[in-house]
């Protein structure tokens, strides 16, 4: 019940704050659309600090119950540690704000990433590795390298696929509910219940953006969670699979701006989700289409396990391969 409550409180409070962002600062964080954007009309964004105010108040709140008056609420509703977990979201929301403000050189918001994957390893551990953890030190020191540069890497895949109205939020929403229960990491239920509360103004036509501050936060919440398995290679694994729908068009896209020889530091619209947009789906379609893959990859997941993440890599493959199809057919010159 007090979770209940709380996932409540969470949801309301985000409402609340991100309408309120959304009428002080619709002129200060305009977003103009310019010939990459998927919009036409203005729009303020910065409204993920609207969730991740509402995610801070109640965990924030769970932690001094659990800590002062643990017969208040069950100590398994602060995992993951929210202290451990502030200290990464903190510097990336402080960032993601002044970026969505003013604009900060990419390098430098790359440093900060590392910095907080940095803390992230040190909070939680790096990502189960026992093939390279079971070579001694040089290989630890090898699989905190690849975690830390992993944890860069899904924040900002995160960050490249919030380019439509509802897609990473709803998506996202799915990913830590599920993650919530299989990693039996209760908390996470709470940012679920602020990203609802923040998508009801984001949902198709968005009156309002989440911005760098709200993607980055969400990637790195997500990869947080999946650090935090106890060192089970076979469970953090088989997590990682329900990040594919929005992960594995992000890879896709990169792999296939390689292949073309094309600038991938340069902004574009080649997404499969933009494509898909700009042949003539609604925003709302689009984000219905990756929420609806994503609760299957849940779904199978939940009942198959490690076989189920198999499942659910070769069904965000197929799906990517039917966009593709899609795509070619609709470009094709009727006959």
């Known amino acids: 019940m007090p979770a209940i409550i709380l996932s409540l409180a969470t949801f309301l409070l985000s409402l609340i704050v991100t309408a309120l962002i959304k009428q002080r600062f619709s002129q200060h964080l305009l977003d103009i659309p310019n010939e990459r954007s998927s919009h036409t009309q203005p729009t303020p964004r910065g409204g993920g600090l609207g969730f991740i105010i509402a995610f801070a108040v109640t965990s924030s709140l769970i932690a001094a119950l659990t800590g002062h008056s643990p017969q208040l609420l069950p100590t ?8 451990c977990l502030w200290l990464v979201l903190t510097p990336l929301t402080i960032t993601g704000i002044i970026d969505d403000r003013q604009g900060l050189p990419a390098g430098l918001r790359y440093l900060v990433q590392l910095a907080t994957a940095g803390i992230a390893v040190t909070c939680f551990g790096p990502f189960p590795q026992p093939w390279l953890t079971s070579l001694g030190t040089p290989g630890t020191i090898t699989a905190i390298t690849l975690t830390v540069i992993g944890f860069t890497a899904v ?8 380019g439509l109205d509802g897609l990473v939020a709803g998506t996202a929403a799915v990913q830590l509910g599920f993650l919530a229960i299989y990693l039996h990491q209760p908390s996470l239920w709470l940012m679920v219940a602020a990203i609802l509360g923040f998508l009801y103004w984001n949902w198709s036509p968005a009156k309002i953006f989440m911005g760098d501050a ?3 936060v969400l990637g790195a919440t997500i990869a947080c969670s999946l650090l935090n398995t106890g060192q089970d290679p076979v469970q953090a694994w088989t997590a990682f699979a329900i990040t594919f729908p929005l992960t594995g068009d992000a890879i896709y896209t990169l792999i296939r701006r390689l292949m073309r020889r094309e600038n991938i530091f340069k902004a574009h619209r080649t997404h499969l989700y933009q494509r898909l947009q700009q042949s003539g789906w609604s925003h709302a379609q689009v984000a219905s289409t990756y929420i609806a893959i994503t609760l299957l990859a849940a779904g199978s997941i939940s009942l198959f396990g490690p076989a189920g993440a198999w499942v659910s890599l070769a069904g965000t493959a197929g799906a990517i391969i039917v966009g593709e199809t899609y795509l070619g057919w609709h470009s094709s010159p009727s006959l």
């Not at 398994?76 to 202290?83: D, M, T, V």
Request: proline share 11%.
């Open 76 to 83: 398994q509703l602060a995992s993951p540690n929210p202290i």
């Open 155 to 162: 924040i900002n895949l995160y960050n490249f696929m919030d």
């Open 214 to 216: 709200g993607s980055t």
